[in-house]
């Protein structure tokens, strides 16, 4: 024996790979715990308001600096939430990481892809995806190159030929040589690096984004302005314009919305990973309560993965004639899928010497092999026999029906280096997928949310139409075989079953459902699904699917459970329709805020609030009910954009703020209503603590105990506030003459505020709303 049929035997020694270079150290798919403290300390916001607390530290307004307090414990909250969803993904995370296996010392390992060594001999076969540069040695196998070449289609690779990192294997087996790793490999890529995709895009961080880019460029500007003229204003008085700038200044931040909605995002995969699915990106959760069109393989994902042979109809041979070439076909052949596993099953294996082996893959759909004079093949009857006679074609049609039907054939002709030599047909073999149990009643649950579902399969049209029926699917389905790609944009139109779609048909289907404006999921588990996966706005693996398929997917449901979807759902839907209704509290503030502090640059009098003032009506009208209603049950439907949402929520409360305000300083014109600053800016605390309130009530519609709860809480809280601790807050108590105004003021506030929702909601009814 030489040293090379030595090493395909035995491998490296452990001593060997212990020595030799590795693959790159795992990476998680969360984030650090570094990176969590730098993400939620160093913001711009975090920056202000340490820059504001010393400012007024210097000044001696000591008081005012409590609002750092709250900031630092929104702080201490955002980290350790977020620390304790990283703990539960990680755990999950090494479920989920993706294994190679590898010969040492003549035993066959499953090792994990980043302790693949230099010179290791690993053995890979259908759906993994090559974890580092190598050389055929022994065996046949096809990859898809397309993360080196950008063409899908597959390319054969036999002994001495090269495998590069991060292409996936279609069909075959072979033991392979690692050449280089890590960062020497040609394409420097990793097993998870095949994920070269758009990251999903979220309209939650993308309208966050914008809000803090705009504010970002206003604050510094107007919190100078404000100094200078409150400076002017207060006649030189440092520590008075310092306090009045501040104000002004953290009025316009919305310092926990950021902070809101990471751990909101956080808290929703601690809850996920409960129910066995890894969310391996975020704002999938986001994408995939807002999917309006579902798109599934079928096998591995509608069905369990797994067949079984039902029958096996003679046509040209004995059943035991028939019996023993199946075994021999079986045991030359290196395939692996749910096919030849329950082939092998039914028929056992034999061992034969074949003088040629042709592996299945996605796009001839048969796999065959030569045995002396007699060439042996089974597969799709439309693609090994595609002239077959009426009378079979009759019987396969009617078979189809209900069952999934290989045609085996037999020749005496070699095969040619392309397609198929020509062929007689030898026996029909049928098979029956397993359907999950919880498909259907998922698959409901998506229908009964406005989600339109659609299949697609490599099977025969009548076995999809069957598969779709037993799982709630009914309709026609279309073969898509020789469909030209220019015409399927408009089958999505017509059709939602596709039968014998290759896997970039998959692809294009996915594309043009979301040309047509649909946001689009695709649950998979196979190498073939990985062009679609990649190609939809939330991509789906089953836990059993191929390195591949897990790889590449924003979400793994890691016990197979189908039914744990309307749960990830339900949890996007909570996270976005509470997150609109907090981040509406927030910025009710910025808005009011930013137009007080531009209001009171024009008309040159002391801002109306204290920063400690600030700090009372925004834990009151904002912090506390904002986390509290961001982690409640939310199951409703997702409409519109979330920036028109949160506009369209906070513009009538910070309206009303504004002009109740603004109304309070006009009744400072008339001499017998005139008061001091200090009642006059408690009268500005009280009018907006009042609106904050009843800015609650309507966010929190319809009340239920929890949040009739939380609403009389915040208001004896913000009551008790300004009765209790009138000398902290600078809460001056107001004359029966200023009462009077005040009552006034808070009626005509209350009428502006719902006359305004009254308005934004006709407008929006009628298709006029500008938000």
């Given at each position: 024996m030489d040293q090379d049929d030595l090493f395909i035997q035995n491998g490296l020694t452990s001593e060997q790979a212990a020595k030799a270079e590795k693959n790159h150290?795992?990476?998680?798919?969360?984030?650090?715990?570094?990176?969590?403290?730098?993400?939620?300390?160093?913001?711009?916001?975090?920056?202000?308001?340490?820059?504001?607390?010393?400012?007024?530290?210097?000044?001696?307004s000591y008081k005012n600096t409590l609002f750092i307090l709250i900031v630092l414990a929104n702080l201490l909250i955002g980290i350790v939430q977020e620390l304790r969803s990283k703990r539960a993904v990680d755990k999950l995370s090494v479920i989920n990481a993706v294994k190679v296996t590898a010969v040492r010392d003549g035993v066959q390992h499953d090792i994990s892809v980043f302790d693949v060594a230099k010179g290791d001999l690993l053995i890979l076969s259908h759906g993994h995806q090559v974890p580092a540069d190598c050389t055929v040695l022994q065996g046949e196998l096809e990859a898809d190159e397309s993360c080196v070449t950008g063409e899908s289609d597959g390319i054969k690779k036999q002994k001495g030929d090269c495998l590069y990192a991060g292409s996936f294997v279609l069909g075959g087996s072979a033991k392979v040589r690692v050449t280089a790793v890590g960062e020497n490999c040609y394409t420097a890529s990793l097993a998870r690096e095949g994920k070269k995709h758009i990251r999903p895009d979220s309209q939650i961080m993308n309208t966050l984004r914008r809000i803090i880019f705009i504010l970002s460029i206003c604050v510094i500007p107007v919190g100078a302005v404000t100094f200078f003229i409150q400076y002017s204003v207060q006649s030189g008085d440092i520590a008075g314009t310092v306090t009045a700038t501040a104000a002004a200044v953290l009025g316009m931040i919305p310092d926990g919305l950021v902070l809101l909605t990471s751990t909101v995002l956080a808290v929703s995969m601690l809850r996920l990973t409960r129910k066995k699915v890894l969310v391996q990106e975020l704002h999938c959760i986001e994408n995939l309560a807002r999917v309006d069109v579902l798109c599934l393989d079928k096998t591995?994902?509608?069905?369990?993965?797994?067949?079984?042979?039902?029958?096996?109809?003679?046509?040209?041979?004995?059943?035991?004639?028939?019996?023993?070439?199946?075994?021999?076909?079986?045991?030359?052949?290196?395939?692996?899928?749910?096919?030849y596993r329950a082939m092998s099953a039914h028929f056992g294996t034999a061992t034969a010497n074949a003088e040629q082996i042709r592996s299945f893959n996605s796009k001839n759909k048969w796999s065959g092999a030569r045995f002396g004079d007699t060439t042996l093949v089974w597969g799709a009857p439309e693609y090994v026999l595609p002239d077959m006679s009426d009378e079979l074609n009759v019987q396969i049609l009617s078979l189809s029906q209900s069952k999934r039907v290989l045609l085996l054939a037999r020749g005496d002709a070699p095969f040619p280096e392309e397609g198929l030599p020509p062929l007689t047909p030898y026996a029909?073999?049928?098979?029956?997928?397993?359907?999950?149990?919880?498909?259907?009643?998922?698959?409901?649950?998506?229908?009964?949310?406005?989600?339109?579902?659609?299949?697609?399969?490599?099977?025969?049209?009548?076995?999809?139409?069957?598969?779709?029926?037993?799982?709630?699917?009914?309709?026609?389905?279309?073969?898509?075989?020789?469909?030209?790609?220019e015409k399927l944009e408009n089958a999505v139109k017509h059709f939602k079953l596709f039968a014998r779609v290759s896997p970039l048909q998959k692809q294009l289907l996915v594309e043009c459902l979301k040309k047509e404006g649909h946001t689009v999921?695709?649950?998979?588990?196979?190498?073939n699904d990985v062009p679609a996966l990649k190609a939809s706005d939330c991509s789906v693996a089953m836990g059993n699917g191929t390195d591949a398929a897990r790889g590449i997917a924003q979400l793994v449901l890691l016990d197979n459970n189908f039914a744990a979807l309307p749960a990830v759902v339900a949890e996007g839907r909570r996270s976005i329709n509470n997150l609109q209704r907090s981040a509406a509290l927030f910025l009710i503030k910025t808005i009011y805020a930013s137009l007080l502090a531009f209001l009171f640059m024009l008309i040159g009098r002391p801002y109306p609030f204290m920063p400690i003032q600030m700090s009372l009506l925004?834990?009151?009208?904002?912090?506390?009910?904002?986390?509290?209603?961001?982690?409640?049950?939310?199951?409703?439907?997702?409409?519109?954009?979330?920036?028109?949402?949160?506009?369209?929520?906070c513009i009538p409360g910070g309206v009303t703020v504004f002009v109740g305000i603004c109304l309070l300083y006009l009744s400072q014109l008339i001499p017998a209503l005139t008061v001091s600053g200090e009642m006059l800016s408690s009268g500005c605390v009280m009018l907006t603590g009042f609106v904050f309130m009843i800015n609650l009530c309507y966010v929190s519609s319809p009340l239920n105990l929890l949040r009739s709860v939380l609403l009389a809480s915040m208001c004896i809280l913000f009551t008790l506030g300004i009765l209790l601790f009138p000398q902290l807050f600078g809460i001056v108590a107001p004359s029966l003459t200023f009462a009077a105004v005040l009552l006034t003021t808070a009626a005509a506030e209350l009428g502006l505020f719902y006359g305004l929702r009254l308005l934004l909601a006709y407008l929006r009814k009628t298709g006029h709303c500008p938000v």
């Open positions: 150290k795992q990476k998680s798919t969360s984030l650090s715990v570094g990176q969590i403290l730098l993400r939620h300390i160093c913001t711009l916001f975090n920056l202000v308001n340490i820059l504001l607390a010393a400012a007024l530290i210097a000044v001696g591995g994902t509608l069905t369990e993965g797994r067949m079984t042979v039902e029958d096996v109809i003679p046509l040209a041979s004995s059943p035991d004639g028939i019996r023993r070439d199946c075994a021999r076909l079986i045991g030359a052949l290196p395939d692996n899928n749910a096919t029909i073999i049928t098979l029956r997928d397993v359907v999950r149990p919880e498909a259907a009643g998922t698959l409901e649950y998506f229908k009964e949310q406005g989600v339109d579902v659609y299949v697609f399969s490599g099977d025969g049209k009548a076995t999809v139409e069957r598969i779709a029926s037993d799982c709630g699917i009914p309709g026609e389905a279309l073969d898509v075989s020789s469909c030209p790609p999921a695709f649950i998979g588990d196979g190498v925004s834990s009151t009208g904002t912090g506390i009910p904002s986390f509290i209603l961001a982690l409640e049950p939310n199951r409703e439907r997702i409409s519109g954009s979330f920036l028109s949402n949160i506009l369209y929520r």
